[in-house]
């Protein structure tokens, strides 16, 4: 009866926290969250070194309306969907490996399904205030394991940008700021920082949660700037609550070993988590080392949220 009450809610009306910027409105149950200026996707901002609405990828010749991985320069790890659905090794995601859709220079038309993030959102979401966690998302409609849900969008900010922004923090601030470091065969190191805080999408209001219903994919569609995709973990019901793992560990198997640090008392930044999962860690990820005294170059300035990807 509660998740036929949530849908109803939905359906009788309310504002659209997207102000018509995605395929589907979002309604807010009850008094609005605080504003900021809704982007569906990525835009640029102070001491990004590249624009990522900026096309720097070339497409692919496919003729077909279907792509095929034998001979599709995008897909050369093969097909990343099938029925719209991520494809995972036995239906488990073991690590992250880089996902490159179709993009406008692409000879493939539309239909083809190696384009799935890029159509944005396509499900009935609604933000809610769940209490202690604050502001939350939660699913008005049955999602499948695999599925797209939503991206987590921002502004692209440069590292000495993103160290200010965590600087002028209080320990009473959520930290939107999240840090994407992908580990390349070579020893190459690429960092995105993405901050929601100002202007930014629904992923902005996704909670951590020590079992998430989700995990987040970097996906590349026509710039080297990755997108930050979630995708369901698991078949998620109607009326539960959207999360994922701050930390990045959680469905990634490149990050195991990296150290999160949630014991009490490890740092003055640390936060209680209330998740209510049955394995909570008791405190929200973090690391340490990322609040040292004097910072440097090789700081990374993000505590929670913060995503450790390698391939």
Not at 112 to 123: D, E, I, T
Not at 147 to 165: D, K, N, P, S, T
Not at 285 to 300: F, G, H, M, N
Request: aromatic share 8%; hydrophobic share 30%.
């Amino acid at each position: 009866m509660e998740h036929t009450t949530v849908i109803q809610e939905h359906i009788e009306g309310g504002s659209d926290l997207c102000h018509g910027l995605e395929a589907r409105p979002v309604p807010v149950l009850g008094e609005e969250p605080p504003f900021f200026q809704y982007t569906p996707e990525n835009v640029v901002s102070v001491g990004a070194d590249v624009d990522p609405t900026e096309i720097s990828f070339p497409g692919c010749d496919c003729q077909a309306l279907v792509c095929l991985p034998d001979s599709c320069s995008c897909l050369p790890q093969g097909a990343n969907y099938s029925e719209l659905r991520l494809i995972t090794e036995k239906n488990k995601v073991t690590y992250a490996r880089p996902i490159f859709e179709c993009n406008i220079m692409c000879k493939c038309g539309d239909a083809c399904p190696n384009r799935v993030v890029q159509r944005g959102l396509k499900l009935q979401l609604q933000v809610f205030q769940t209490g202690q966690k604050g502001w939350g998302l939660r699913t008005l409609e049955h999602i499948p394991s695999g599925q797209f849900v939503c991206e987590y969008a921002g502004e692209i900010l440069g590292f000495h940008e993103a160290c200010r922004r965590i600087r002028l923090q209080t320990s009473h601030d959520s930290n939107y700021i999240i840090a994407l470091r992908e580990h390349f065969h070579g020893g190459q190191l690429l960092e995105t920082f993405v901050d929601p805080t100002h202007i930014g999408n629904i992923g902005r209001f996704l909670n951590h949660s020590c079992e998430p219903n989700l995990f987040m994919v970097p996906v590349r569609i026509h710039s080297v700037v990755p997108r930050l995709a979630l995708y369901a973990a698991r078949d998620v019901s109607p009326g539960e609550e959207l999360s994922y793992d701050y930390s990045g560990i959680f469905h990634n198997s490149s990050a195991v070993g990296k150290k999160s640090e949630t014991a009490e008392g490890g740092h003055e930044q640390s936060k209680r988590c209330y998740c209510g999962a049955s394995s909570c860690r008791g405190f929200l990820p973090y690391e340490a080392s990322l609040y040292p005294v004097q910072r440097t170059d090789t700081d990374a300035p993000v505590t929670d949220p913060g995503l450790y990807l390698q391939w």
